[in-house]
């Protein structure tokens, strides 16, 4: 790959205060993706089909529904995440199940924990590793991505190694690798699920920069002698967001799975009645033969959630790309 | 990129993808290197707890290597991963070799079954679903890919086990073969072995124990390629080809297939060779549900006993293979398609 935005006609660092007097005003002339002729810009106009997508509305509620359990947990649980109201230990043979005692509509697990409880709380701890963990992907993609599709050329070809390295490693398997090394805390967990992202979010920026290069817009910038930064940053970079808003909310739905993933293969330490979906399913699977809900109840969770993300994320796409919808 | 005219295109893209791979590599092992090296309390602390005495510390590094300046470990490192040693296991006590080549034909069975299967339904679905758009065998068919993806594999291949093996008791629970029976093993490839020794019995008992693990994995897979199967069957069918053949007047059937299926196919190429990268974790989570014995298992046990040895032959090896997978997908690209020669 060679340059990605041509430097602008004499632009050296020496003219660029120059060329940012003449910007205001000039930038308002060139028609950028962002507007079209009736004053909608594209996120308008992709809110409007989406609320006429029943899918993007399913998904959206069930997004809505997940936050607000998970943010007003302490609110909503009976009991906190890792209390045991039950007996201490109990024998998997002797676990009330959903609507067996009074009390505990979910019915307890082996720890004595009350299931309905750590279902909310697990919510909120599955929010948090997904939020946490894609900003660090967004964050760091966006970076390597933005530093490729600005500078071009040898960077481009470094940073695109780098990433290639990591493609190269599943990305289950590469957030299990860093998991490992950093410890057994759920900080790690996050972290190491951030960074496996890191790869996609950064491809994509780069690639959906690389599409706006030949933009008449760009090209109405550049002669208006804008600078390299400023026609990076203030155009080409706004207008390439959509497809990485995209991924990261159907990442937001991988990073659930890929928590409770890890989780299962005993990454992310804490003690073993902690409130997590991954966790708890995790615990009941020793049991599966008799108390098969205590797996079924948080999986189902893990599979809603992820559904939600998936939803909003896919028809967030077809909204914003209306050539890429269903026919 | 354009190859000059005395050049073969094809053998060309090998030559440079194979260049590309060592760049990765060496990149790789640069990072696994970092990373055993920065484990927590050492390497050493790693392998015998918190709890070591300084003198066991001490001994464990001297054994190896750990006390040599870490370029001086670097080489020696490289050196032998140059030579195909990846190190011993410190589990088993076994070279990370052997025991990856006892484990990798079980793996392989898996994956071959999930892939056939994902292939033999999600095809056919796809197809399935844009010969019917917008009516409801089409949703059927969006909802069904749609719950393959969102449902976590290891939740899946739990409710497979629980309903199929725990409650019905149709398939077997655990395992590669029922221990009863008597197979005789000149392979590590357990159907295999059953079908060339005439032990049908010991290969139909194979077969069932790949069934379930290989659902549980086969669905990701299957869903993804019934998405874009549907999905580039509706790009293809509208195609001016498509329409110039349907005004020849050729049957239809054979417009279906050598027109449109045969176009359809070139995404979902492309689509299985990125879903093996995706089969090999999935293998890891599922292998560990039925305690079937394949790589994936021996991984997810290495990372409980923290075997670093192993997950570091492990990570090479599957960057390797996942990067080999992926060429052999491009040059089959070329295959299907004479237009496209990849740059």
Known sequence: ?327 | MRPGPEETPVLRLIGRRLLLLIPTLFGLSILLFAWVRSLPGGPATALLGDRATPEAVARVNAAYGFDKPLVEQYFTYMGKLLQGDFGTSIVTNRPVVEEFAQRFPATVELSVFAIVFAVAIGIPLGYWAARHVGRWQDDVAVVLSLLGVVVPVFFLAFLLKWLFAVKLGWLPTDGRQDPRIDATHYTDFYVWDGLITGEYDAAWDAILHLVLPGIALGTIPLAIIARITRASVLDVQNADFVRTARAKGLAPGLIRNRFILRNAMLPVTTTLGLQLGLLISGAVLTETVFAFNGIGRFLSQAIFQLDFPVLQGFIIFIALLYSLINLVVDISYGLIDPRVRVS
Not at chain 1, 15 to 27: F, I, L, M, S
Not at chain 1, 49 to 63: E, Q, Y
Not at chain 1, 243 to 261: E, F, H, K, N, R
């Open chain 1, 1 to 327: 790959m060679s340059m990605v935005i041509p430097p602008s006609p004499g632009g050296g660092p020496a003219e660029e205060t120059v060329d940012e007097a003449v910007a205001p005003g000039g930038t308002q002339a060139t028609t950028e993706p962002g507007a079209d002729a009736r004053g909608t810009s594209v996120w308008g106009a992709a809110f409007q089909r989406l609320r006429r997508n029943p899918a993007a509305i399913v998904g959206a509620a069930i997004v809505a529904l997940f936050l607000l359990v998970a943010v007003l947990a302490p609110v909503l649980a009976p009991y906190a995440g890792t209390a045991t109201p039950g007996m201490r230990e109990i024998r998997p043979t002797d676990v009330p199940g959903p609507g067996e005692l009074a009390g505990f509509p979910l019915g307890l697990d082996r720890f004595g924990g009350d299931v309905l409880s750590k279902l909310i709380w697990g919510a909120q701890a599955s929010l948090l590793i997904g939020v946490v963990s894609t900003a660090f992907g967004l964050a760091g993609g966006m970076l390597l991505g933005l530093l490729a599709g600005m500078f071009g050329g040898w960077v481009d070809a470094v940073v695109m190694r780098v990433v290639d390295i990591l493609l190269s490693v599943p990305h289950l398997l590469l957030a299990v690798s860093i998991a490992a090394i950093l410890g057994q805390t759920p900080f790690a967990v996050m972290i190491a699920i951030g960074v496996a992202q890191i790869p996609i979010f950064a491809r994509l920026l780069r690639s959906s920069m690389l599409s706006q290069r030949g933009s008449d817009y760009v090209l109405a910038a550049q002669t208006l002698g804008l600078s390299r930064r400023t026609i990076t940053m203030s155009h080409v970079l706004p207008n390439s967001m959509g497809p990485v808003i995209v991924q990261a909310t159907l990442t937001l739905a991988t990073a659930v799975i890929d928590a409770a993933a890890l989780s299962f293969l005993g990454l992310g330490g804490g003690r073993p009645e902690t409130a997590e979906w991954g966790r708890m399913l995790t615990y009941a699977q020793a049991e599966l033969g008799i108390n098969p809900w205590l797996a079924f109840l948080p999986g189902l969770c893990i599979a809603i959630t992820a559904l939600g993300f998936t939803l909003l994320g896919e028809s967030l796409r077809e909204a914003l790309d209306p050539t890429s919808r269903r026919r």
